[in-house]
């Protein structure tokens, strides 16, 4: 099975990565060299970032000598923080605790009801009825930041607390989630990343080029399944769970590429 790599997702895992350690702004020669590393011709990087510089994610800055470069927005900080958390962040412990949002918005604002249930759904929630949303509770400061950074805070009412009935808490969560794709996600990230895990312990360790290369399309799939599956309580699962598994795959992936790769950056 191919990978697919958009080169703004890969501009966006770049910066997540690697990115926020330069020293300033990252020059666009730096972004075209790194991303054309990994795949993207020049002029897909250039459009790419015009686009992020549009929604408000890259500015427009100046490198030490002069030339043209972009640097990260104070609330694309914020979202790439709260990316570290969920991306290289430990599992969830066994807490049954719940976020539940539940929201209202008039009818002539429809289209931020529509842009609430998008985002939600890309935080990780279930949806258990019209309006009402739920997941883990370890994820409730960063729904606020998200809510807040959309300025969709006046249509959400925020509750944490128990599931006290009535259908056993596996059940309910099979029907909040569809598990099945979320399974299938943590399958397709294994037959995709498992191999080259199996090659780097079994050969040389790898040039700083190989690593950079190895772990840019790793991460950039890798990023999307923490939010996808929001670290379900373990025991709520079945028992041949897949997520552990890509989780231990991607951690040693982590480890052993994602420093030898900066050494790839310019320094």
Partial sequence: MAEQHTPRSLIVTFYGAYGRAFEGPVPVSALVRLLGAVGVDAPSVRSSVSRLKRRGFLLPARAADGSAAYELSAEARQLLDDGDRRIYGPAAGPSREWLVAVFSVPEQERSKRHLLRSRLARLGFGNVA??????????????????????????????????????????????????????????????????????????????????????????????????????????????????????????????????????????
Avoid at 131 to 146: C, F, L, M, N, Q
Avoid at 209 to 231: I, K, M, N, V
Avoid at 236 to 244: C, K, R, T
């Fill in 130 to 267: 019209p309006g009402v949303w739920i997941a883990p509770a370890h994820i409730a400061e960063e729904t606020g930041h998200t809510l807040d950074r959309l300025r969709l805070t006046a249509y959400v009412e925020l509750f944490r607390g128990a599931h006290l009935g009535f259908a056993p808490t596996a059940e309910a969560v099979a029907r909040w989630w569809d598990l099945a794709a979320l399974a299938k996600q943590h399958e397709e990230f294994l037959d995709l990343h498992e191999p080259a895990l199996r090659a780097l312990q079994s050969g040389p360790e790898p040039t700083p080029e190989e690593a950079y290369r190895g772990y840019l399309p790793a991460l950039d799939t890798w990023r999307r399944l923490p939010y996808a599956d929001p670290g379900l309580p373990r025991e709520l699962l079945p028992a041949d769970w897949p997520g552990d598994r890509a989780a231990a795959v991607f951690t040693e992936l982590h480890t052993r590429l994602r420093d030898i790769g900066a050494s790839f950056l310019p320094p």
